[in-house]
């Protein structure tokens, strides 16, 4: 089966860095997204990786690893606005989306 | 503005009463797509489009109905709904052939008692 594995909950600091982890076993790559979502809200896209390395956008990186079928989403200089959940998501071999369960960050001051 | 809109963006209905979310977007985007996200289990997807006339069933789609009879306009319908269909929605659209880059509607919070 297809699986998209995400820690559940995770608590960082105002100013900080936080690095989110993504593992991936899917029916092949057609690449891999983040989102984020506030509580009540919509998901929002964030980074879309299809090869290896680091994509950097301000605050917010992404990581992927193909043959490690892994990725992370790094976020810098937090803010409390960044508290919210972030959603892993790849792109398999029919283009469809599998999603994680998604990781809540709580930051604190 | 750019923007996937549904509505009703909350609803309380019973048990065996049709029902229809609307949801329509101005982007001119080919694909459209219904989810269904219930806490601890992601985003569910319920049914898509690819384009006009042509939809398919995602993971979810018992219970539910689409029809893409216009570009903008994607309906999810509940023939009958049942408590397990309690849920928040969203729909989602996205330009062709970029599936993954969506946008996504406020969210429809459904409860069936």
């Known amino acids: 089966g297809q699986n998209i594995d995400q820690p559940t909950e995770m608590t960082a600091t105002e100013g900080a860095i936080v690095q989110i982890n993504c593992t991936y076993q899917?029916?092949?790559?057609?690449?891999l997204f983040w989102y984020q979502q506030h509580a009540g809200e919509a998901p929002t896209f964030l980074s879309y990786?299809?090869l290896d390395g680091l994509e950097e956008k301000g605050r917010f990186s992404s990581f992927l690893s193909r043959s490690k079928g892994y990725s992370y989403l790094l976020l810098k200089e937090l803010q409390m606005k960044d508290s919210a959940s972030y959603l892993c998501?790849?792109?398999?071999?029919?283009?469809?989306?599998?999603w994680g369960a998604g990781t809540k960050l709580i930051i604190k001051p | 503005e750019a923007q996937v809109t549904q509505n009703p963006r909350y609803l309380i209905t019973v048990t065996g009463k049709k029902l229809t979310v609307t949801c329509s977007q101005n982007?001119?985007?080919?694909?459209m797509s219904w989810y269904r996200q219930d806490p601890g289990l992601g985003l569910r997807q319920i049914y898509y489009?690819?384009?006009?006339?042509?939809?398919d069933k995602g993971d979810v789609p018992e219970g539910y109905k689409v029809s893409r009879k216009e570009k903008r306009n994607f309906p999810l319908i509940l023939e009958s709904p049942s408590p397990n269909q309690t849920s928040l929605y969203f729909c989602?659209?996205?330009?062709?052939?970029?599936?993954?880059?969506?946008?996504f509607g406020e969210g429809s919070r459904l409860t069936v008692l």
């Open positions: 990786n299809v």
């Open positions: 998501a790849v792109l398999d071999s029919n283009y469809q989306l599998i």
């Open positions: 899917t029916s092949g790559f057609n690449g």
């Open positions: 489009s690819m384009n006009v006339e042509v939809t």
């Open positions: 982007m001119n985007h080919e694909y």
């Open positions: 989602a659209s996205s330009r062709g052939g970029e599936v993954g880059e969506l946008f």
